[in-house]
């Protein structure tokens, strides 16, 4: 049964606890993607979740596509109280507490269905409950975007042609040093900014999931798509501690169900469309070539050592991971 069957109960359940809840409350939540991405789509149906549940007490307003800054901002917004909810990449919250660089080492998921179930492992979880302490935040759980694949101008037979090229990334250490190791030259870029930098060749590849691929049209100006599925994207719902402190009990679990729903749908409509953009990126007539991971040499391996000092949970994500490909 999908979470989609489960959503009314969740809903009904959440609108009984409500009782005695804290006073209404209009809340704020914000993301980098655009509005027509899965996770804006997810945010949205959430909040109409938040309302139907609370009967209209509690509301929630979805600002995507960096209203409200980039993720970095967004994630001091969120410590300060001044955001109330956010759904963050995986990779920022890295950024504050290294340990959720293991999520990125490369080659962790074998496909995109492993990569949901490492994300509904015990460690993924237990991962959760350092979040306040270190970085201001409460973990409700994980959405993700697809597998990482990589688009390039021009032929690209081996890696070796990847040295030097001017490479769109998202600004995140697990990101920079994979693709310092690689010897590309790693380029920090918003999602707005992409289509027209490879226009007009300030960067002449980018490292991105299939569902922008297909829908921003990435493929118009980059030719060649290299399927490499070398990394997970994960992405985690977030609600500012301070926020957390003063809500109900009531109201905690009521978001802790809902908002824990739609991520769990998140991931479940990538493991099924992921395969699917990929092949309609194909038939627009992209340059479409699978790799794996001997495409990249040594990289995977250093970058694991270089993780291993960063992350202390890397050998029990991989262990994890192991445990789950089957």
């Known amino acids: 049964m999908t979470y989609l069957t489960k959503l009314p109960a969740a809903i009904a359940a959440a609108t009984l606890m409500l009782g005695g809840a804290a006073a209404a409350k209009d809340l704020r939540l914000g993301l980098i993607t655009p509005p027509s991405h899965i996770w804006t789509k997810a ?6 979740d938040l309302a139907e549940a609370s009967d209209g007490a509690h509301t929630l307003t979805v600002f ?21 909810m956010a759904f963050l990449t995986v990779a920022e919250v890295s950024n504050r507490v290294p340990d959720f660089g293991a999520f990125y080492a490369p080659f962790l998921a074998k496909d995109i269905s492993h990569a949901g179930r490492i ?36 032929a690209v037979d081996s890696a070796a042609d990847l040295k030097g090229k001017k490479l769109r990334i998202t600004p995140f250490a ?45 493929y118009e100006q980059a030719e060649t798509v290299i399927v490499s599925n070398h990394m997970m994207f994960p992405m985690v719902g977030l609600v500012s501690a301070k926020v957390w402190k003063d809500m109900s009990e009531e109201d905690r679990a009521m978001i802790s169900e809902l908002m824990k729903a739609r991520l769990d749908e998140v991931v479940e409509t990538f ?27 040594d990289v995977p391996a250093e970058w694991d050592k270089i993780w291993a000092e960063k992350s202390a949970v890397l050998g029990d994500m991989r262990a994890a991971a192991d445990a789950s490909a089957e």
């Open 119 to 154: 994300l509904q492992s015990d460690l993924a979880a237990k991962m959760l409950e350092d979040l306040p302490a270190k970085a201001g935040v409460v973990g409700i759980g994980y959405g993700m975007a697809g597998l990482r694949q990589i688009e390039a101008k021009g």
């Open 64 to 84: 995507p596509a960096q209203q409200l800054g980039s993720e970095a901002e967004m994630m001091q917004q969120l410590q300060t109280g001044a955001l109330d």
């Open 43 to 48: 945010a949205e149906d959430f909040g109409n």
């Open 271 to 297: 493991i099924v469309k992921d395969t699917e953009w990929l092949g309609m990126v194909k038939d627009a007539g992209a340059t479409y070539k699978e790799v794996g991971p001997d495409f990249f040499g």
């Open 174 to 218: 697990p990101i920079l040093d994979f693709y310092n190791l690689l010897g590309a030259a790693p380029t920090p870029m918003p999602l707005p900014a992409v289509y027209d930098a490879l226009a007009n060749g300030q960067v002449n590849a980018i490292d991105m999931d299939a569902e922008m691929i297909w829908k921003m049209k990435y």
